[in-house]
T-cell receptor, first 113, second 114 residues
């Protein structure tokens, strides 16, 4: 079992470009959660998805950010027109049931230059 | 004021020492308390999960919750160099139906010196 796979591990984008972060949940897990971690701060919940459904996006900025978890393929967190403040580590977690047994990936570190 | 306060450290102790890590919080509605360990360049992994006040022990780890003081602790006995990591506390007001909406501490970096 490969665990939760996130790619890329590191992503550098210029201001105004788009960033696409991918998360493949553990085998058998159909619940995916995205979090953002800023330096010297704890994790902040962004969005919770199940296959083809957004369950809770209350932690995600209304503009420029979107997330999807299609029937086939990984979950994608998309950030359009990135700004320097978007620089952070973005973690994905998955679980076999809602709100139980989370396993985190190793994260994608986004740097906006 | 942050909802959850955690000293970022670093906390450096010799191998074999007892380690005490702590978080304070301001929201008296928090009922579920967790400790996560995060190694460098890795995601957090759940260590301990407690509900309400009291102690919970798992091997070398003991989690303690004092709701009257709004204070939680994680104790590590017989600390090992492999325990060197960042330890994050997290807590929630909600039950298992919304545990993903945790409020996290910033994490304490722990260094165990051989």
């Amino acid at each position: 079992n490969a665990g939760v796979m996130q790619n890329p591990r590191h992503l550098v984008r210029r201001r105004g470009q788009e960033a696409r972060l991918r998360c493949s949940p553990m085998k058998g897990h159909s619940h995916v959660y995205w979090y953002r971690q800023l330096p010297e701060e704890g994790l902040k919940f962004m969005v919770y998805l199940q296959k083809e459904n957004i369950i809770d996006e209350s932690g995600m900025p209304k503009e420029r950010f979107s997330a999807e978890f299609p029937k086939e393929g990984p979950s994608i967190l998309r950030i359009q027109q990135v700004v320097r403040g978007d620089s952070a580590a973005y973690f994905c977690a998955s679980s076999p049931e809602a709100n139980y047994g989370y396993t985190f990936g190793s994260g994608t570190r986004l740097t906006v230059v | 004021q942050k909802e959850v306060e955690q000293d970022p450290g670093p906390l450096s102790v010799p191998e074999g020492a007892i380690v005490s890590l702590n978080c304070t919080y301001s929201n008296s509605a928090f009922q579920y308390f967790m400790w996560y360990r995060q190694y460098s360049r890795k995601g957090p992994e759940l260590l301990m999960y407690t509900y309400s006040s009291g102690n919970k022990e798992d091997g070398r780890f003991t989690a303690q919750v004092d709701k009257s003081s709004k204070y939680i602790s994680l104790f590590i006995r017989d600390s090992q160099p492999s325990d060197s990591a960042t330890y994050l506390c997290a807590m929630s007001t909600k039950g298992t139906d919304s545990n993903y909406q945790l409020i996290w501490g910033a994490g304490t970096k722990l260094i165990i010196k051989p």
